[in-house]
């Protein structure tokens, strides 16, 4: 309710699912958090606190209460798996309405449409392929495609600030440290060598003449 009532402040449409009866929750994890309206920034982990976990058999199921238009959907989850959202109009025979495909990059990443064209009242959300560990930071649908707008999806937290490099690994505090050791080497060895008694020497010594040799 909260989440519709901030989309409607912010003048965006909370999709078809934030107003539905959950009617099947199978296998999930948090699922309260896939139709908040909120999403993880972009390559956030798989797990992360705002993302629903599914086992492989995992599903959600809704109802929308009446026979609506579908034409555009949104999900974020985990890049290397796939998504299939699920349309039925009398609540027992369902088919596929979109796959969200795979996506190259790394932690849960947003996919979308506005080509759908169809209609249903109940939606399914499964997923399957990948790796089997499968998550869900948000799922948003809607009636007309122009409702699926850059904005319509809040994203919380902000991506943490980027990681310093390890000091241990930075190639040139490691030179750094070796000139500093060899500079102060070569001081130490030239006051050592600056303050150093003189070698003792004895006196210089004259030479000394032949005493005189008596003459007969």
Request: with cysteine; proline share 9%; glycine share 8%.
């Amino acid at each position: 309710m909260l989440g519709a009532a901030l989309c409607l402040v912010l003048n965006a449409s909370p999709g078809l699912l934030q107003g539905a009866q959950l009617r099947v929750d199978k296998g999930v994890v948090r699922s309260p958090v896939v139709r908040d309206g909120r999403a993880e920034y972009e390559g956030a982990p798989w797990d992360s606190q705002l993302a629903a976990i599914l086992q492989p058999d995992g599903m959600l199921e809704w109802d929308l209460g009446e026979v609506k238009p579908v034409e555009a959907a949104l999900i974020q989850g985990d890049n290397n798996d796939d998504f299939i959202l699920w349309g039925s109009v009398d609540g027992n025979f369902f088919s596929p309405i979109w796959r969200a495909p795979q996506d190259a990059m790394a932690g849960l990443r947003t996919r979308t449409t506005n080509t759908l064209k169809t209609q249903a009242r109940y939606l399914r959300l499964t997923a399957e392929g990948g790796d089997r560990m499968y998550s869900i930071g948000e799922v948003m649908v809607f009636s007309k495609a122009s409702d699926l707008t850059d904005d319509v999806v809040r994203r919380e937290p902000l991506p943490p600030p980027a990681r310093r490099p390890d000091p241990k690994l930075d190639g040139s505090l490691v030179v750094s440290t070796v000139m500093a050791v060899a500079a102060l080497a070569w001081f130490w060895n030239r006051r050592r060598a600056a303050t150093a008694p003189a070698s003792v020497e004895g006196p210089p010594t004259t030479p000394t003449e032949p005493p005189p040799t008596s003459e007969g």
